[in-house]
Structures are given as C-alpha cells and as structure tokens.
C-alpha cells in the first residue's frame, strides 16, 4: 500500500474535518498535497476559510447514519475524528459518550473493512486509564489500562475507546492505524464558554478563557494531575509520517504526544499567566489568578482522573522515524495569541 502525496487521483476521507485536529490536516493537506478531500462533520465553523476550495467536497452528515459511514468508505484512506472527547460531557452524556467513541467507529471500520480502505483511527491516551502519579512511560503494545468502578462514568470515554480500538484489532482484513493523541493543543481547539460552546473545555481552552475574561484559573484538586502537551503542529507532522508510511502503520497503534512538555496543570497555570501578562505587556499582578476547586464539585458526581500521562515515543522513532519538536512555551504563546485575536474583540 503507497499513496504519493502529488498523487492527484488520490482521495482521503476527514470525518470530524470540522474539528480542532481535523481542520488543522484539512489544511494541511491541501497545502503539502494534490489529494481529493472528502470532509464530514456536523458543522465546519473552524473551516469556513476553505469552503470553496477546489479539491475539497464537504458533507454535512452523523457518522451514526449507515449510508454517512458507506459513503465516507468509498475513500481508499479514511481518517476518523468524529468523537464527544470532553471531558465534562463523559458523566452527563454518558450513553452519546459511549455511542459516538464505541458504535459509530465499529460501524465505520466494518464499512472500510468491506470496501478495503485504510482505516486511520484516532483514539486516546485515556485508553492508559486511571494512572497513578508513578512517573512510569505508557508503551503501546504493554501498558494495562485501569478503569475506575462503573459508577465513576467518567470513564465512559476511556473505556468506548479501547473496546473501539480491541474491535477495529479482531477485523482480520482490514487495514488499520490506530493513533493515541496525548493533549494536542494550538488555536482553533474546544470554545470559548458563552460564545460559542457550553460547558467547560478542555484545560487549556478554559485557561485561556479564564485570563480573556479576568477570572481565576480554576485548579482542580489543586491542579496537582500532570500532562504531556503536544502542538498541534507536531501532531499534523506525525499523521503525515503516517500517511507517508502505510506499510509500517498498519494494523498498529501508535501515541502521539511530546514527554518533554510534561508538567502539572499547576505549574502550567503559572506558565500560562506569565504568557499572557507577557503578550499584554502588564504585570502578573494585572491578571487573573488561580483558585483550587474541588473535583466533584466542579464535574459532579462521576468524575475520577488520570494523574499522571507520559508518552513513550519510542515506537514512533523506530518504525517512522518521527520526533516531536516544538517545546510547549512556543505552543502556549501561539495558542494564547490566537485566543486574543479571535476572542477579544467579542468578551
Ligand atoms: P473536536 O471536538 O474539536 O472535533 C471532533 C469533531 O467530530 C467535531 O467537529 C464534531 O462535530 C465531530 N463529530 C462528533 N460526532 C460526530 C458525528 N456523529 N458525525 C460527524 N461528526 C461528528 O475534537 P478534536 O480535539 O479534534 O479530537 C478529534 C479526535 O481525536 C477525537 O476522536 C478525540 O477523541 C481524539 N483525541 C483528541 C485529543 C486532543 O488533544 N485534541 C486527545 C486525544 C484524543
Ligand atoms: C482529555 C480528554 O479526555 C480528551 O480530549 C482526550 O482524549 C484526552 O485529554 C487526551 O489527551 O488523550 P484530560 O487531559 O483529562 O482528557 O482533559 P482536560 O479537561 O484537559 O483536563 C486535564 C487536567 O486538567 C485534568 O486533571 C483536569 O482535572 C484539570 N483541569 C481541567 C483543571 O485543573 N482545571 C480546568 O479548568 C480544567
């Protein structure tokens, strides 16, 4: 299996192309391509900049509608976005949660299955579980994954996405990659609470809100849970290499995260605030601050977290040569200046 990249009879299919990552390759593969783009989504606010482009054809369809998913895998290359992966939704919408991260991509990979295309799934690093604050490398092939009990339905999510990745693996004759994204993070991801989403974003996204708006950081559990974040940019980079190399990704999972940006949602909330009192030019005594909050009461009932998530990437160095490359300052001040441009005029 090889697909050039000046291959213009080539066409992939972007399912969630309207998202955060999937608006990202959207444009970059019109620009390092000659590719035919099939993008579905729900709604293409982030992609209104490309609605008339040439070699892109859009639907607006549910990948729960069987014919949606046959359609999409008449594309010999089928990238799946499509997912509810917020966490405040996994305990309030905990059947959608498990509908749209377990069922729609089953119905999916039986369609590419049958049609023969490559199926490029994108999963979690959720599917590691509830880690513990061990300073321990979570491996592809070797890492378990512990859940909490039923009733903590946060991990809805986590456990949809790992029986969706053990199903895509039973399917003999399809052809498959499955990707582990660690906290991609850049503009354009989650919403600005109020304008133009509900409900709280993702840490990142809530940060950047909280300092637009003068309002204090919130530190869950005083922010003590670590994550590795990764810029969008090296993560297009790394579908790329994927894309790239069709032979050594398939019917293999693979993280994609940076273990260099590693830190405590404490220490980024003060990373954070310097940035943005940088990109202001005031001082740290002009902005928001940070306030703990607990768990439960800011997710309610349900809500139990990873502590702890650091991505080996030695599989991604050996089978695609892939490195990731941009230290998290330069994706925070990017990220935060995105924000302002896009948000400030409108709070
Ligand atoms: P996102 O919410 O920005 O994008 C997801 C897109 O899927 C949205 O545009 C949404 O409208 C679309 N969608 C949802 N249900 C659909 C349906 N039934 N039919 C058609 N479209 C549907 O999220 P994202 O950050 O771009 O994440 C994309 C994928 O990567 C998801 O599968 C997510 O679980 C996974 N992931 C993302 C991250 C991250 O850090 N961004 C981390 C781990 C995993
Ligand atoms: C997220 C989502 O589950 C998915 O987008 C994705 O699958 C997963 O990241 C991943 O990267 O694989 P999580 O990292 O827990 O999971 O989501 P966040 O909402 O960004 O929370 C990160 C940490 O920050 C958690 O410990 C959370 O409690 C904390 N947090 C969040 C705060 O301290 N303050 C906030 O305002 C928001």
């Known amino acids: 299996m090889h697909f050039s990249f000046n291959d213009p009879s080539v066409s992939i299919a972007i399912v969630g192309a309207g998202g955060f990552i999937g608006s990202h390759l959207v444009d970059a593969l019109i620009e390092r391509t000659t590719w ?81 295309s490559w199926l490029i799934h994108f999963s979690t690093s959720e599917v590691y579980g509830r880690t513990s604050s ?79 708006r003068g309002e204090p950081l919130l530190l869950v559990d005083g922010g003590h849970s670590r994550r590795s974040f990764t810029s969008i940019h090296d993560a297009i980079h790394f579908i ?9 990704s398939n019917r293999e999972a693979f993280n994609i995260g940076n273990p260099d940006n590693e830190l405590s949602i404490e220490a980024l909330a003060t990373l954070m605030r310097s940035t943005y009192a940088s990109l202001r030019g005031v001082s740290l005594e002009g902005i928001s601050s940070v306030q703990n909050v607990d768990a439960k009461t800011y997710y309610g009932a349900g809500y139990e977290d990873s502590l702890r998530r650091i991505p080996s990437i030695e599989k991604s160095q050996r089978l695609l040569d892939y490195t990731p490359k941009e230290p998290l300052e330069i994706t925070l001040k990017e990220t935060l200046s995105w924000f302002i441009d896009h948000y400030g005029s409108v709070l």
Not at 44 to 55: A, C, E
Not at 81 to 110: D, G, W
Not at 157 to 164: G, I, T
Not at 240 to 248: G, I, R, S, T
Request: net charge negative.
């Open 240 to 248: 790329f290499a994927v894309l790239a190399h069709p032979d050594k």
């Open 134 to 212: 061990e300073p321990c490398l979570l491996q592809e092939d070797t890492s378990p994954m512990t859940l909490g009990p039923i009733g903590a339905s946060r991990w809805s999510y986590a456990c949809a996405k790992q029986l969706a990745e053990r199903y895509i693996a039973s399917l003999e004759n399809l052809s498959w990659t499955v990707l582990r994204p660690f906290n991609f993070i850049g503009p354009r991801m989650d919403f600005m609470p109020g304008i133009d989403g509900e409900g709280i974003p993702r840490v990142l996204a809530n940060f950047c809100a909280a300092l637009l």
């Open 36 to 116: 035919r783009i099939f993008a579905v989504d729900l709604d293409f606010d982030r992609l209104q900049h490309r609605l008339h482009h040439s070699r892109v054809d859009f639907l607006c369809g549910d990948l729960k509608n069987e014919e949606v998913a046959l359609r999409i895998a008449d594309c010999p290359i089928v990238v799946n976005l499509a997912a509810i992966c917020v966490p405040s939704r996994y305990m309030l919408e905990t059947k959608e949660v498990i509908e749209s991260n377990y069922n729609h991509p089953v119905s999916l990979a039986l369609a590419c299955e049958k049609s023969g």
